[in-house]
């Protein structure tokens, strides 16, 4: 796998994606019912408005106010995740992906059913963090993914989940190799420990130095240390790094996407120059 499909679906090199964070839901413990969904619908609205207005190549659709998640994801979820972002498709001018929260599964369900372009998910090995024990079951997540209808549509996954370590410790190296190897994402994702840290610049270069899959970075994108990121990686989502003051729950700063996206078009123009 190379950029091919990255560069044909986004229609340029070094693509950005942007984070629409869904606000919670029913069933979530932040959910406000007084507000209604009605509510993470119009929050949602804003964020795609700026982050498109803004200058992204692409939008990525997340319950990410579900926190605390969990793998019990419930079919009310499923529902009211499919059912905002099919309200809002209307006004989505990019190629937009899913990514449910802690749900390989729950993650290809909403993607079929909202006609999304790709997904993130976690598709692979066992890790442990401050949700505890992650197990993941590549054969049974990606039978899942036929199943439903979703072979097709490309998968990001992350070479190791945020904020986790794996129980068994293996050169990055290798686990880049056995990925590739019995899964073949179509692109692999680099965290940093926490949501809005910096990644380490040095994982991509080893991944990349022993695979030709794509490399994004997942978080810790800024306007700041975007073309420095994307000087090594193929492609970045941008989350908490547009919001206003650059904290997890606010909502997204058409300004600072615009200073992200003027830095990474002079980069692109360099590129194409060279």
């Known amino acids: 796998m190379n ?11 070094k693509s950005v994606i942007g984070m629409v964070h869904l606000h919670a839901m029913p069933s979530d413990p932040k959910f406000d019912s007084s507000k209604g969904l009605e509510d ?14 803004g200058g992204v190549d692409g939008l990525l659709f997340c319950n990410e106010f579900s926190i605390p998640y969990t793998k019990n994801v419930r079919p009310i979820t499923v529902a009211c995740f499919s059912s905002v972002v099919g309200q809002l498709k209307s006004i989505v001018k990019v190629p937009f992906g899913i990514t449910c929260a802690s749900s390989s599964k ?9 006609g999304a372009s790709f997904v993130r998910t976690h598709i692979h090995g066992a890790t442990a963090g401050v949700y505890g024990i992650n197990d993941n079951d590549p054969g049974e997540i990606e039978r899942h993914r036929h199943y439903v209808g979703a072979a097709n549509i490309p998968v ?15 050169p990055l190296k290798e686990v880049t190799k056995t990925l590739a190897f019995n ?4 692109g692999i994702l ?8 910096a990644i380490d610049i040095n994982q991509v270069e080893v991944i990349k130095s022993v695979c030709d899959i794509p490399v994004l970075a997942s978080n810790g994108v800024k306007p700041e ?4 990121i994307l000087k090594v990686a193929d492609g970045a989502i941008v989350g908490t790094g547009v919001k ?14 615009k200073a992200l996206m003027k830095n990474v078009i002079d980069y692109r123009e360099k590129l194409n120059e060279n």
Do not use: H
């Open 3 to 13: 950029n091919t499909w990255l560069e044909k679906l986004f229609n340029t090199k």
């Open 40 to 53: 993470v619908i119009e929050s949602a609205r804003k964020d795609i408005i700026a982050l498109q207005e």
């Open 106 to 114: 729950c993650t290809y369900d909403i993607a079929v059913a909202t």
């Open 156 to 170: 990001l996954t992350a070479i190791i989940p945020e904020g986790t370590k794996q129980i068994a410790e293996r």
């Open 183 to 186: 899964v073949s994402p179509d």
């Open 190 to 197: 680099v965290y940093s420990t926490n949501p809005g840290a």
């Open 225 to 228: 240390t975007a073309v420095d």
């Open 244 to 257: 206003f003051d650059g904290k997890f729950y606010n909502q997204v700063d058409i300004d600072r996407v």
